[in-house]
Nanobody, 125 residues
Framework: VQLVESGGGLVQAGGSLTLSCAAS????????IGWFRQAPGKDREGVSC????????DYAYSVKGRFTISFDNAKNTVYLQMNSLKPGDTAVYYC???????????????????WGQGTQVTVSS
């Protein structure tokens, strides 16, 4: 299983970015795919997740209403559309995956078996 993130970069506050996560080595038939982030000196934070079987989504309170997660089965790719970005969103963003539907504890890093290498998002004020 391999997860490869792309789309990070530098953006001004209020701007938008879309992250992509290309998955290989498994099908999207029944997986939870999500995004975590880690800012310098802080713990990893669950940002969002989506269930591949029914499209169920969930978001951290800090990003709800600003971020949207989606997936394209044909491309085996998950996207994270990030709008109204804030300096506090600055972090390395990681794509994650685990078999089965999203759990109530989706925001804990130990729930995920597979991690990408991360992509840097920097939001300037």
């Amino acid at each position: 299983v391999q997860l490869v993130e792309s789309g990070g970069g530098l953006v001004q506050a209020g701007g938008s970015l879309t992250l992509s996560c290309a998955a290989s080595g498994f099908g999207f038939d029944d997986y939870t795919i999500g995004w975590f982030r880690q800012a310098p000196g802080k713990d990893r934070e669950g940002v969002s997740c989506i269930g591949s079987s029914d499209g169920t989504t969930d978001y951290a309170y800090s990003v709800k209403g600003r971020f949207t997660i989606s997936f394209d089965n044909a491309k085996n790719t998950v996207y994270l559309q990030m709008n109204s970005l804030k300096p506090g969103d600055t972090a390395v963003y990681y794509c994650v995956a685990a078999p089965g539907p999203p759990r109530r504890t989706w925001y804990f890093s130990y729930e995920y078996d597979y991690w990408g290498q991360g992509t840097q998002v920097t939001v300037s004020s």
